[in-house]
């Protein structure tokens, strides 16, 4: 679907909503209910990270630093699996880094025993990717792997992922895929995982965008170039940061992903980076209580109405009062 028949199809979703969803829910859950039930689950099984990324307000994090214990990941697969349907896409990231989670392969094992048509899916800068875990991604593999690299030298590359070296990062992927490529000639398939590779761009690294695209397009399944974002408060959009006084965009993410910290805690969107709104935490009530509470439908009519200058988070989110839209973010 392109950009501007999604701008003429979006409104009519947003207004059918509260209807559409008796229609969603019979055809993906086969279920006749109202109920919201997220088609992702955002799950941040660590919020440590290795790196200190210009984009990225980790350094910014006044909550806990930790990985989630297995008995809260375990919890919510297992619900999870009570509304699976015809398939959820799980996603274990969101501000750390995966691969410095020592208990990433028994979460893969895990969901894999419990959901039979989910899409596992993670993102990760690779640096901490060595040999031991690159042999374990071929053993208990995500569906869709997908490496964060901002820049096709060290010279780009380096002042906007801070902390990382550039040349482990890039041996790192390139000896992962030489492994997957073996394992695909030796059984004669195409075994998990999809390797996607991203570059996110500003106004430092774009001039590499051609270099990069080429030097990866050969070895990995996509390959995506994206505008540098905001994050609410870094400022490096490629768009500015300035933002409009009314509303431009409704925001998808309360009506179709749930996010879980690591502590357990549900927010209301991945660029809620410190969980400043609390909807909830799954060790106390079920997962689709919380996403179906009172204060969770408040944040979706006012996204409806497209009326959210009363919520700080939303109203300072250059997603929707910006122009750091997901469709005006499409790749470059």
Request: with cysteine.
């Amino acid at each position: 679907m392109n950009r501007k028949l999604k701008r003429l199809v979006l409104p009519l979703y947003y207004s059918a909503l509260p209807y559409a969803n008796y229609l969603i829910n019979v055809r993906r859950h086969g279920e006749f209910s109202r109920r919201y039930i997220p088609r992702e689950v955002q799950i941040e099984t660590t919020s440590i990270c290795n790196a200190e990324c210009i984009m990225c307000p980790q350094d910014k994090l006044t909550r806990p630093k930790h990985h989630m214990p297995m008995e809260t990941f375990t919890k919510v697969i297992d619900e999870c699996a009570e509304f699976e349907g015809s398939g959820l896409r799980i996603t274990l990231h969101k501000d750390g880094d995966p691969m410095l989670d020592r208990l990433l392969f028994d979460r893969i094992d895990y969901i894999r025993d419990k959901l039979k048509k989910s899409l596992v899916v993670f993102n990760t800068n690779a640096f901490a990717m060595d040999e031991s875990k690159q042999e374990r991604l071929l053993e208990s593999p995500p569906d869709v792997l997908q490496f964060s690299v901002d820049g096709a030298s060290k010279e780009t590359y380096e002042p906007i992922r801070v902390g990382l070296k550039y040349e482990v990062v890039k041996g790192n992927i390139e000896a992962f895929l030489d492994k997957r490529k073996a394992k695909r000639q030796s059984n004669g398939n195409r075994p998990r995982p999809k390797v996607f590779i991203q570059m996110v761009a500003d106004k430092s690294n774009f001039h590499e965008a051609a270099t990069f695209r080429e030097m990866w397009q050969d070895k990995v399944d996509r390959v995506l170039i994206k505008g540098m974002h905001n994050f609410r408060v870094q400022g490096t959009s490629m768009h500015g940061a300035e933002l409009s006084e009314t509303q431009l965009h409704r925001c998808i993410y309360p009506f179709n992903t749930m996010i879980i910290y690591s502590n357990g805690e549900v927010g209301l969107c991945c660029w809620d980076y410190d969980n400043e709104v609390k909807l909830g935490n799954i060790q106390k009530r079920s997962l689709l209580e919380v996403y179906n509470s009172e204060q969770f439908m408040k944040f979706r009519q006012a996204q409806i109405r497209m009326d959210c200058k009363d919520i700080e988070l939303c109203s300072g989110c250059s997603q929707i009062y910006g122009r750091d839209n997901r469709f005006e973010q499409a790749e470059l």
